[in-house]
């Protein structure tokens, strides 16, 4: 099956700690997801995001810094590697994206889920939570 790799790049105007933190602590990911999470955010922990449609496991955290996870769709029968990496920008964070081994076919839909339902929604979370 072919596969493909999904790369985007976002600024967010929160500190990377605030903007880990959005993506490995459970209270949070529901907070923005609006659907339950579980999250075990240590090397080897296993996540279940919008109630177990998406799966995986935590293979490398490194706080502030960097997350990589294996992860798929409930409905995928191979999983997909991404990583997440932070670099402050200022009194914000540049969070790039790297999504690789995405199915071919659903490549397209892939991308924009990020920027609708995942990044971009952390993105107005973190920034509409200041102050």
Do not use: C
Not at 22 to 44: C, K, V
Not at 106 to 114: F, L, R, T, V
């Amino acid at each position: 099956m072919p596969v493909k790799t999904i790369k985007q790049t976002y600024l967010i105007e929160a500190p990377p700690q605030r903007v880990f933190e959005a993506l490995t602590n459970a209270e949070q990911i529901s907070a923005w997801s609006g659907s339950e999470a579980e999250m075990d955010a240590r090397p080897g922990g296993a996540f279940s995001l919008w109630d177990g449609s998406i799966l995986g496991t935590n293979l490398a955290v490194e706080p502030d810094k960097k997350l990589m996870q294996s992860w798929r769709e409930a409905r995928w029968t191979a999983d997909s590697t991404v990583t997440f990496t932070l670099t402050p920008d200022g009194e914000g964070t540049r969070l790039d994206l790297l999504h690789d081994d995405v199915p071919d076919e659903e490549h397209d839909a892939i991308a924009e889920g990020w920027d609708i339902y995942y990044l971009g929604v952390i993105k107005e979370y973190l920034e509409g939570s200041r102050g």
